[in-house]
C-alpha cells in the first residue's frame, strides 16, 4: 500500500536497542546508601573491562565519619574479589546478597574523613550481540555527594561505539588504552551513563574511533556553546528567581544563599547546577568554598 510503513531489520534492531537500554537502566545499577552517621564527600570509580562481561572495579571515596558505625555500599550485581581498605589499610567487611542487590558492609569507629578503597570484580558490561557490550550503571546517592567521578579504561582491542550518553568530560588515549571519563559536581541522585563497547579484534578500528571523537567533539561542544542564552533570555522558576536576585549584587557563596533563603542545601544545589548548565551562573571552588558568579 502507498505510503505505508515497513519494519526493516534496522529498524527492528534499534527498537531492541532502546528497549534494552531502558531495562539496564531499571535493573542494572549501583547505588551508595548513606545513613545520617556519615556522608559521602567525593566518589570516584575506575572500570577495567575484562571478558565475558566482567570488569575490575576500583572505588575510591571520601566518607566523612559523624559516629562510629556501618558504612555500607550497595550493587544490583553479584561481586566477588572484594577487598576494602580505609585510610590505606586491609580490613575485614560484610558481603551477603538480597535478592538482586549485593552489599557490602564495614565499620569505621573514628570520626572524621577517610579515604575509603574498593576493589572488586562484577558483570557490569551486557552483552547485546555476537561483539557488543553495553556499559550503564545508574548511580543513586541518598545524601548529596560533592564530587562524583567515573572513569572506563577500554582496553587496546576493544572500541567505542554508540550509544555514549551523556557527554563523556574526558575522552583520550593512554597507551594502548582509550579513557572514557565523566564528572560530576553535587550529584545527589539519578546520574546514569550508556557506553557501547565493541570488540575490535586486530582490524586497527580503535584508532578510527578515537580520530572520529576527536573530531566530533570540538563541534558537539561548539553547537552546546551556541546555544547557551543570551543576556537577558534566561528565565527563570519562583525560587530561581529569589537565588539570582542575592546572585545579581556580586559574588556570593553557596552557604550564604542557604542562609538567606528557607531552602534546603539539597534543593539550593539542584537549582544552582540547573541554572549553570543553562548559563546563567558559574560556581568556583575557593578553599572550602563554592562562590557563585553571574556569567556575564
Request: proline share 4%; hydrophobic share 40%.
Amino acid at each position: 500500500m502507498n505510503g505505508s510503513k515497513r519494519l526493516t531489520v534496522g529498524s527492528i534492531k534499534k527498537c531492541f536497542y532502546a528497549a534494552f537500554i531502558l531495562m539496564v537502566l531499571f535493573l542494572s545499577f549501583p547505588f551508595v546508601s548513606a545513613e545520617e552517621s556519615y556522608a559521602i564527600n567525593s566518589y570516584d570509580s575506575t572500570i577495567y573491562p575484562l571478558s565475558d562481561g566482567y570488569a575490575e572495579e576500583v572505588i575510591i571515596a571520601k566518607v566523612n565519619v559523624f559516629a562510629s558505625g556501618d558504612i555500607s555500599f550497595s550493587f544490583a550485581y553479584h561481586l566477588s574479589d572484594v577487598a576494602v581498605t580505609v585510610d590505606d589499610v586491609l580490613i575485614s567487611h560484610d558481603y551477603e546478597e538480597i535478592g538482586k542487590v549485593s552489599r557490602l558492609s564495614f565499620v569505621i569507629e573514628e570520626e572524621g574523613e577517610h579515604v575509603v578503597m574498593l576493589k572488586l570484580i562484577a558483570p557490569v558490561l551486557t552483552r547485546v550481540d555476537s561483539e557488543k557490550y553495553v556499559f550503564s550503571p545508574t548511580f543513586n546517592f541518598i545524601s548529596e555527594v560533592e564530587k562524583f567521578g567515573i572513569r572506563v579504561i577500554v582496553p587496546e582491542d576493544m572500541c567505542i561505539v554508540a550509544p555514549m550518553v551523556p557527554t563523556p568530560t574526558d575522552i583520550y588515549s593512554s597507551g594502548d588504552s582509550f579513557i572514557v571519563g565523566w564528572e560530576r559536581l553535587f550529584v545527589e541522585r539519578g546520574f546514569y551513563i550508556i557506553l557501547g563497547i565493541k570488540e575490535c579484534r586486530d582490524e586497527g578500528t580503535p584508532v578510527y574511533y578515537f580520530i572520529a571523537f576527536a573530531l566530533l567533539l570540538p563541534i558537539g561542544l561548539y553547537i552546546g556553546y551556541s546555544r547557551r542564552p543570551k543576556e537577558g533570555s534566561i528565565s527563570f522558576t519562583t525560587d530561581e528567581a529569589k537565588i539570582w536576585k542575592l546572585i545579581k549584587n556580586g559574588p556570593i557563596t553557596q552557604k550564604e544563599i542557604v542562609d538567606s533563603t528557607e531552602f534546603s542545601k539539597a534543593k539550593i544545589s539542584r537549582m544552582l547546577q540547573e541554572m549553570e548548565e543553562r548559563g546563567a551562573i558559574v560556581r568556583e571552588k575557593y578553599k572550602n568554598k563554592n562562590i557563585i558568579k553571574r556569567l556575564k
